[in-house]
């Protein structure tokens, strides 16, 4: 990074100074209270809905449960608004340091991608996000290396099930998703939990991934079904380098 470079970093910085110390603050708070504060949803909604008596459930002191709810809240509409940030180096320092994003160098995330739970998202080499994505690592989402996800992809690694009375969310570490080196992710392409795309691996625009795609195949479709392969002779690295401001 040159002087000029590092300067306008310093001015842009100074002038997001309120949201980085904001987020500092909240960012951990919102870390510690987040598990409870889903333990205290469900026993409020099993509570709400049973016609016998319950125990009233351990829950938090409410200084603690009303700063997580403020925290929670921040953190989800400052993670938003760092997509929308017009600059690349502020948007890297406020991901890798704030937010905890793990990028590796080179990475590039373009204009208003969406993170939810960023400290669970890994970034490889070369990799680069495309605009407008939906980034959803709650239970974990690794990205290798020269992999390319076009714009408006959405990865989910989350869900509310359906045959729970609760309506409660039965995820766990096996929603994780994974897409590894020298994939190719078309544009409006949805990835649903527990997905593992395999190396060169390409996904057809606008197609619905709800299944493991085999390395090197080419899958289309909702649900996405293999439609043929790719060469396995793949040299390119991507260089690093993006659009400024976008």
């Not at 980085?20 to 709400?48: M, N």
């Not at 390319?148 to 690694?157: D, R």
């Not at 078309?186 to 593992?196: E, F, Q, R, Y």
């Not at 439609?227 to 396995?232: A, S």
Request: charged share 20%.
């Amino acid at each position: 990074m040159s002087h000029l470079e590092t300067a306008l970093l310093i001015l842009v910085l100074l002038l997001y100074a309120k949201w980085i110390i904001f987020s500092l603050a909240l960012f951990p708070a919102w870390l510690i209270t987040k598990d409870a504060q889903r333990r205290d949803r469900i026993a409020d909604s099993q509570a709400a809905s049973s016609d016998k008596p319950q125990a009233a459930p351990t829950r938090l002191p409410f200084i603690i449960r009303f700063v997580g709810r403020i925290a929670y809240g921040y953190v989800r509409y400052m993670i938003f608004q760092t997509g929308w940030i017009p600059s690349h180096h502020v948007r890297n320092f406020i991901y890798r340091y704030i937010f905890l994003v793990k990028k590796a160098s080179k990475a590039v995330i373009y204009w208003g991608a969406e993170i939810r739970a960023p400290h669970n998202l890994h970034i490889g080499s070369r990799s680069i996000i495309g605009d407008k994505s939906l980034l959803d690592a709650r239970h974990g989402i690794y990205i290798g290396e020269d992999v390319q996800l076009s714009s408006n992809v959405s990865i989910y690694t989350e869900q509310h099930d359906h045959r729970d009375p609760w309506f409660g969310c039965s995820s766990d570490a096996s929603f994780r998703v994974r897409i590894d080196d020298h994939a190719w992710i078309g544009s409006n392409v949805i990835i649903l939990p527990k997905v593992h795309i395999g190396e060169g691996a390409v996904v057809a625009a606008g197609s619905v991934v709800t299944k493991d795609v085999p390395p090197y195949s080419i899958v289309t479709g909702v649900p996405a079904i293999p439609k043929g392969e790719r060469t396995r002779d793949l040299r390119y690295h991507f260089s690093g380098g993006y659009l400024a401001f976008y």
